[in-house]
């Protein structure tokens, strides 16, 4: 089993609706979890990070983190087109300091 | 914020050059880097971990005297593509976090080596 599992999609959303990204993991002592947005051809950019259990949110996103369950999610409301991107979820690894283990990403698009 | 810069953004040479790529945190400290690679349309490949005044951590499968790292101060690290050949055009990204437990890892720009 993956460390940290993303649906690869694409996710289809129209503009304006809220966009759900989810990710999985199997490491229950993760302690933190970030969200990355990646445009084509640029690189990762951090856009959330988040480490206790409920709901975290900053402008149009929220992070959720179910430790029990092991998943965080990504809500984006609101969708725009420029959010069109592919999001990475990420945790570290386990005794590795701050080396972080990717999921595959979800690529979302936002369509007009 | 935190910020990492990364130098330069795009590098096209010949088969048989080596290419330096510097990767510099610009408002905080950081003992360890790390280094990706990312063909078109895959995933992030985790290359290296650099270390502050120390050897590498370098990956399964990645050849440490082809890539070179260099992390010498605590806020410099550098890779160096040694004797390069079309099959290491990519796209080289570094990253780094602060010291401490659950850090994040911030991204340089990246840089998109192209090897004729």
Known sequence: ?112 | GAVVSQHPSRVICKSGTSVKIECRSLDFQATTMFWYRQFPKKSLMLMATSNEGSKATYEQGVEKDKFLINHASLTLSTLTVTSAHPEDSSFYICSASRDGNNQPQHFGDGTRLSIL
């Open chain 1, 1 to 112: 089993q993956k460390e940290v599992e993303q649906n690869s999609g694409p996710l289809s959303v129209p503009e304006g609706a809220i966009a759900s990204l989810n990710c999985t993991y199997s490491d229950r002592v993760s302690q933190s979890f970030f969200w990355y947005r990646q445009y084509s051809g640029k690189s990762p950019e951090l856009i959330m990070s988040i480490y206790s259990n409920g709901d975290k949110e900053d402008g149009r996103f929220t992070a959720q983190l179910n430790k029990a369950s092991q998943y965080v999610s990504l809500l984006i409301r609101d969708s725009q087109p420029s959010d069109s991107a592919t999001y990475l979820c990420a945790a570290p690894l386990t005794g590795g300091g701050n080396k972080l283990t990717f999921g595959t990403g979800t690529q979302l698009k936002v369509e007009l």
